[in-house]
């Protein structure tokens, strides 16, 4: 085995607060070796970012200090480097990219002069040698046509090509240690299969190492070779990538996986880690996660668990290949003497299973499900939202952004309906001119037979009670200053519902918080005093305040952790179980789909390109945009290899939509003829429809099988 | 019996005042608007600022309650005649300064005049020289032997007794502070002493000792001595200085107060709305900005003055007249400055008009008022603060420049703008007089500083992007 590359021991780092000292990061060990991709996992404010920005020696000064431990690069400590040889590393030697690829790049820079800068810094590059390196560069991390995209600005480049200059700028270097924090989570899920895809050729053909920081479950089963997880500053379990997915050992990481919505546990709730992730401010005196554990015992509360192995040996606590974890529990399972606390521990998680196994019938999801009434809700036809671009002096019309191009769905009463797409398909919008908050230019909105779009004054605000919005970031959906009660109070007091005096209301709202799973004495606090899963709990509190018979949620748990996740969207089911509602249910994210929706309608630049049930979409999708973007979303299941389809360049404009189907630019089943006309809707069966060439084509041959059969 | 007298810029003022009071109130009601004044109080910088200002503010409140005094009943008539003359309560307070009024200039502390003088002695024939003061060190017999002496004797005690009332609030506060914690008077002190408090007592305890020293010096030495000396009529140039206090409060508050309404109604319906309003209220803002400021105010003055001419019997005294101009020039700053905030509330509101918060609102078919009232209006009273604290000093600055070009407030009100402008001729003559203006550079120089690192400590607590992790 060879030498790590990095190294990093007992490393602590804190900030100063004005509530005094706070550990961020509390005693983390990691080995990093050449050649190998490692993975920190963990939800937002457990650490593994400033874990990162200490390595790279890039706190916020002067309130971030590393106060103990190592940081080793080939043996040497870079924590006691000067400043100016520390430059030298920073890109040379670790290179790091960020989340956000819109504001890693300095807008007023070309793309070259952004990467010439690290070339002439690191590899004393010039001239026409920089040049040729810049290009090769672009070359490299797949950008087409390099020299001419080389004089681009950075907001010519679309997302994704954002992502791979900073990739190549970190690459300019020459780097032994790439850090990678978050690289895909601003993308869509086509676009992080491409990016995740070269990060893993670059990765094999220049030996680099990759550390890589995310909180996506599936990026980690992709990508990773050794996987450390972190929880409140700590790591909690360390294993290679097969015995992690395997048999994780820490509660927490289980849980994790249980936590995770797909179609399998469709009939059930998800498995919950009950509270919060913990502030930094917290103080513990034991395990760290024992607070939201259920394999807790007295143990945990007092004492912290040591670093182990699970197998018991003693061996060199930092061996990657040896699966490691903090747990009081695996310590009791190792022990032969603690076996009847084994037996007791391990009781609790059968227990707890079982439990979940018993509450499955009583749930009646299923029941429900097949409750869905024929009634129709809402009924949406040839929805149109065409945005004017104006231009020039006079502000003439010279184009439109057809954000919306003619939509059709229907939902029923009690069904949810899931509406999926990338960004910039359009979905948003048109969940925001179902709701009246944009004009539709065309179309019709027929909700319970009254014709929405023309629908004006008083008229419209009765209606408006019927249906509501849930969004998705739960930080700017609530004005920051108005206590819950009256951010709740809002739409009772427009819309006259939930009584008429101002007791009565208070009632109503007391019913409202314990309905969503919060205590009543929450009213008469901010919302910034909340966390993100129970700000949108206050969300959702509000949206039922006016007892609306439809929600449109927009992406609600696309900015919550994946514990917290899992509560809400066990909240959302109970909800629809409990009080009949029906979802539009607006999301990027096909696991939420699996779990929760009971019709999908995928959608491409404005348009509805396959619709059936869940089951038919998911698991027998039609259209080769459906069929990439379910090969695009990274899965947890190793062990099955899939087709993988990978998409080529981006969502394009809106503005200028291609000719014939919108899809076949990037499609890997085009045609000719797809570039003449839009497709027509083929049926596959009752409920499934898709709107592509391949079919239209097929549809006779079928349709002579079927005579023939 | 006095007859008060109401001048139109009192009023305003009293209503600014109870508009602050209940804005006070209002603000201890809700934690989400304490936090931040919290957390100004808790800087060095913002308390100690506070304190100067409030010292400002409290001697421009006491020279805004005017009346008018009855003159003494000669000729036994039943029906009292008013002098024309009207009074504030801080003229009362310091009539010996505002009575005691020499001939002409006199230096800083100076027992003789700055000119020399001919004089008649008393045993007869004439003599050059200068002439000694009817009041500045009119007690010493011989001016220049005794009145170094007599200078140091006086400051020393008016130290003394500084030092004494110091130590009485000092007490007084920390038995208050200890009276709420339920600890001992002694031990809060310590506390105190060790900065050990959430508010920083020490440093404003230290603030206001300076200001009780300079109090009690300054009333000490001016019992004797002219502390400023005297500008050309003889009038004493501490007096000057101290009522042109609240001409400059005036000016800074009141026209922020008049700019206000423009600003936040125009700047939010123009982000709100959209469209042709948008439109309108982007066409007038430039067009106002376009046209000089200066020229603008010279005009609208030149206008008045015609007006009050052509007007005078609407005018009793003197004082309504100056007042009157004082106001107007209030009113046509205001109207000249609401520009710049409400293009930066414009701003605001197109960016929050977007947030989820005020869609969710529409969506439960909130009327347009109520938005705008409940959600708008709210998040962007932070900016809404941080400019009118920061116009604030500018605009006194302002006055003064106004002033020396000469449409600035009315020639018979004191004013550091027109000190300044008397001082152009001053310094120009030999020997140079320097005190007027060197007065009213530091009030004016002590005022805008505290005002600007207030704002600071203010915009520190409320700009969102500055706002510490919590």
Redesign the interface.
Known sequence: MNDPLLSVRGLQTCFATTKGLVRAVDGVSFDVRRGETFALLGESGCGKSITALSIMRLLPQPVGQITAGQILLNGENLLTLPEVDMRAVRGGRIAMIFQEPMTSLNPVLTVHEQIAESLARHKGLKGSAADNRVHELLDAVGIPAPKARAKEYPHQLSGGMKQRVMIAIALAGEPDLLIADEPTTALDVTIQAQVLELLEQLQRDMGMALLMITHDLGVVAEMADHIAVMYGGQVVEQACRDDFFASPAHPYSRKLFQSLPDMKKRDQPLAVIPGNVPSPHTRFDGCRFAPRCDAVWPLCRTEPPQWQSVNGDPEDHHNNNVHHVRCHLAAAENSAKQAALESKAGENIDSKTDIDAVTRPDDGTIANSDNTSDVTLLAVDELKVHFPIRKGLLKRTAGHVHAVDGVNLTIHRGQTVALVGESGCGKTTAGKAILQLTKATAGSICFEGDELTQLKGEALRRRRRDFQIIFQDPYSSMNPRMVVANIIEEGMQALRVGGNNSTERQARIDQLLQQVGLPTDSKYRYPHEFSGGQRQRICIARALAVEPKLIICDEPTSALDVSVQAQILNLLKSLQNRLGLSYLFITHNLSVVAYLADEVLVMYLGRIVERGTTDEVLNSAKHPYTQALLSAVPTIDTTSKKEIVRLEGDLPSPIDPPTGCHFHPRCPHSQPVCRERYPAAVQHSDSHQSLCHLFTNEKDDSEECHSET | MIKPELLLTDLLIYLLVAGIIYFIIYTRR????RRPWRQVMSTRTGAVTLVILLTYVTIGLLDSIHFQLPLENQNNQHETHYSAEVLSVFDIIVTPLRERVEKTYSAPLAAHAYAKETIELPQGGQQRTYPRLLYGGAHLDDPATERITDIVATTLRALAVALLLWSIIIYVTAWWLSHGQQTSAAAMLQRILNNECATPWRAILVCIGVIVAILCLLTALSAKYHVFGTDKVGEDVLYQTLKSVRTGLVIGALTTLIMLPFAILLGIMAGYFRGWIDDVIQYLYTTLNSIPGVLLIAASILMLQVYMANNAEQFETVTDRADMRLLFLCIILGITSWTGLCRILRGETLKLRE???I?????????HL?IIT??IL??VMHIVLIAVVLDFSGLVLAEAVLSYVGVGVDPTMQSWGNMINAARLEMAREPMVWWSLLAAFVMMFILVLSANLFSDAVRDAFDPRLR???
């Open positions: 809700h934690e989400h608007l947030t989820d918060y869609q969710a609102a529409r969506a439960f078919g909130v009327r109520t409940r959600h709210p998040n510490k992790m919590d």
